[in-house]
């Protein structure tokens, strides 16, 4: 199981940007697979995108492709989710989410709130 702290979002205009960062502890914490999701009231939570434990593939969604960039730094227990180019549409709650094999641990979000 490992902890995971979301930090880094915020208010901004339409066409600018966030770098989100989520901190997680534990020492096995690069075998884990790690996403972004986001969430609005009234709404299920969706998938944002996704890094494999090393770094080396990345999955998003059609809605933030080509916007957004996910990484990670194992060194640092550390994964960052680069928003670019962000829409009003992007205005959500965002968590972070850690799998491995049966494991599924959930941070407890960051709001980001884009105007028009």
């Known amino acids: 199981q490992v902890q995971l702290v979301e930090s880094g979002g915020g208010l901004v205009q339409a066409g600018g940007s966030l770098r989100l960062s989520c901190a997680a502890s534990?020492?096995?914490?690069?075998?884990?697979?790690v996403g972004w999701y986001r969430q609005v009231p009234g709404k299920e939570r969706e998938f944002v995108a996704r890094?494999?434990?090393?770094?080396?593939?990345?999955y998003y969604a059609d809605s933030v492709k080509g916007r957004f960039t996910i990484s990670r730094d194992n060194a640092k227990n550390m994964v960052y989710l680069q928003m670019n180019s962000l829409k009003p549409e992007d205005t959500a709650i965002y968590y972070c989410?850690?799998?491995?094999?049966?494991?599924?641990?959930w941070g407890q979000g960051t709001q980001v709130t884009v105007s028009s």
């Open positions: 890094v494999n434990w090393s770094g080396g593939s990345t």
């Open positions: 534990g020492r096995t914490f690069r075998n884990y697979d």
């Open positions: 989410n850690a799998r491995y094999v049966t494991i599924n641990d």
